[in-house]
């Protein structure tokens, strides 16, 4: 256990730094967003590590959008209500795009909001052109997000394999956290569950660069890079 | 520099509310007083009893550096995002949060804004080292 005056001492140079941060308090579902959209940034590190290529794009203003916008809320992928962005990404001749919070209609026609991920770029073209809400036949990875400050439970991850088992055959299904969770990971040790990251945070590197490795991996795989 | 932990959970609460981070500061104290919930090793009951305990200082001091880290850490990911995206080539400066609309109203109520401020550069690696060293002293609880 840490001495308390090193850990005030440590303390002490966070708060000598906070003048730059500006506000300090944010809510549950802020933190949920952020860590959202850091995820769909390591997503992006995974393409680019596999030899693929990025363009951020918003829905309305095309390539580089200034801000980047994601969702508030779960919501469609052909809005064009707000400058909604998302990840095209081209690997070894695939061409695919990454979202944050969007909703698909499953195999079982239930609608499903999937924090971040992976859908085939035709198959989202079609769909803002169209309009309607996209199924899970072009639906490649589906990444669960969970930002928490406590234990986590089971039945966290209970809810994700249900959701998972009804979105047909991913390439890659995870479930990552920035939290720990014994039980959840005992949960996710069968071979035919989501693969779960635990501590995921700009804080521990080495578990970033460990969850980018592994999608990297996948999206060689599912892409036919040697 | 605080000595004992109950000085040190008093800095900390008093740096907070002058940083104006009042919500945190309630969060905190909210934590605190609920104590924690043991079992009750000593009951002869077959079923398991438990027992509710306050908090001691050193106990109380490191559950308020966990909420204060739970707080700032989006701000890192949120900074971090942009770092990665900018390093893969999109030269977009912010990131944004913004709720869709069907026939003209939000789809989800939104009570509190989603701004989230961000850091760069070298603000950004010195917060993420110094939070980092706060992280690796509360260990692996």
Known sequence: ?226 | MAEDAQEALDLLLNRLRNTDALDIVEDIETVIARGVTEEDIESKSRSKEYLQRALDPSEAYLLAVELLVANIEPILMKSQALKNLNQAGCDSTSIAWQVDFVDGSPIAPQRHAIDIPTLEGEALDVMTKHLSSVVELLGER
């Open chain 1, 1 to 226: 256990m840490a001495k308390i005056k090193e850990l005030s001492d440590a303390v002490d140079k966070i708060f000598s730094g906070i003048g730059a941060t500006g506000t300090l308090h944010l809510n549950s579902a802020t933190r949920e967003r952020a860590f959202e959209a850091y995820v769909f940034s390591l997503l992006v590190k995974a393409v680019i590590q596999a030899t693929g290529s990025v363009i951020v794009k918003g829905i309305k203003t095309g390539a580089n959008p200034d801000p980047i916008i994601f969702r508030g809320a779960p919501g469609f992928m052909s809005s064009k209500n707000q400058d909604f962005s998302y990840a095209e990404c081209s690997l070894n001749g695939e061409v695919f795009e990454v979202h944050v919070g969007v909703q698909y209609v499953g195999t079982s026609r239930a609608l499903h909001e999937v924090d971040v991920s992976i859908y085939s770029h035709t198959g989202a073209e079609q769909v803002r052109i169209g309009g309607g809400l996209p199924g899970t036949r072009k639906l490649y990875a589906a990444i669960e997000c969970k930002c928490y400050d406590s234990a986590l439970g089971v039945s966290l991850g209970r809810t994700f394999v249900g959701l998972v088992s009804d979105m047909g055959g991913l390439k890659i299904k995870a479930f990552v956290t920035n939290g720990r969770g014994t039980g959840l990971a005992d949960y996710f040790s069968k071979s035919d569950r989501p693969h779960p990251i635990f501590s995921l945070s700009p804080l521990r590197p080495k578990v970033a660069d460990r969850f980018v490795s592994h999608v990297e991996q996948k999206l060689r795989r599912w892409c036919g890079v040697s």
